[in-house]
């Protein structure tokens, strides 16, 4: 019986140049090798503008995540790579809008559930509801599960914005 690694679930913050093409270089890295992206989220983290945080969080093998952090630490415009599901205690939270319309009932229903999950209604018409969901990953996903069975129409997601806990950066 052949012993395979379990793939793991990691969040990686990388802080690259907010220049032209660079997202794209970071991208390709994962495309060309055939590694999957499940979240993505990009924004300038300085004042000047000068420096964007990329986080990504993928799901390999411990050989496939560290082969990925060692590829993209070679990237020309990357100056910092961080695992922070390896570098200790992090915070990450995503956003979803979840459109839902139903019957009077299920409409009622959508709201207690909205209630229970402290997700805020930030639309609301005759016949629908928009939700505004944050938190873990596994939060917004049980959310938009329940949603299904009382009418949902449509969902966004932000993907996972996560920082390192403490008083030091990445």
């Known amino acids: ?6 793939k793991e679930r990691h969040t990686i913050s990388i802080i690259v140049d907010n220049e032209a093409g660079v997202l794209a ?11 999957n992206i499940e979240h993505l989220t990009v924004a300038p983290v300085d004042s000047a503008g000068t420096e964007s945080r990329i986080t990504v969080v993928t799901v390999g093998t411990p050989k496939i ?17 961080g695992d922070l599901t390896e570098e200790g205690p992090s915070v990450e939270r995503e956003l979803a809008l979840v459109k839902v319309s139903g019957s009077n009932e299920q409409r009622l229903e959508a709201l207690r559930v909205a209630e229970a999950f402290r997700a805020k209604r930030v639309d609301s018409t005759g016949t629908s509801f928009v939700f505004e969901v944050t938190g873990k990953t596994e939060k917004i996903k049980a959310f938009i599960h329940l949603m299904e069975e009382l009418g949902l129409v449509e969902v ?15």
């Not at 019986?1 to 379990?6: A, E, G, L, R, Y």
């Not at 270089?25 to 590694?35: H, K, N, Q, T, W």
Request: net charge positive; aromatic share 4%; charged share 25%.
């Open 156 to 170: 966004v997601r932000t993907g996972v914005a996560a920082l390192k806990r403490g008083k030091d950066a990445l």
């Open 1 to 6: 019986m052949i012993n395979t690694p379990q």
């Open 65 to 81: 995540i560290e082969q990925i952090k060692a590829q993209l630490d070679r990237l020309v415009p990357i100056h910092r790579v």
């Open 25 to 35: 270089r970071v991208i390709g890295l994962f495309a060309g090798r055939g590694y």
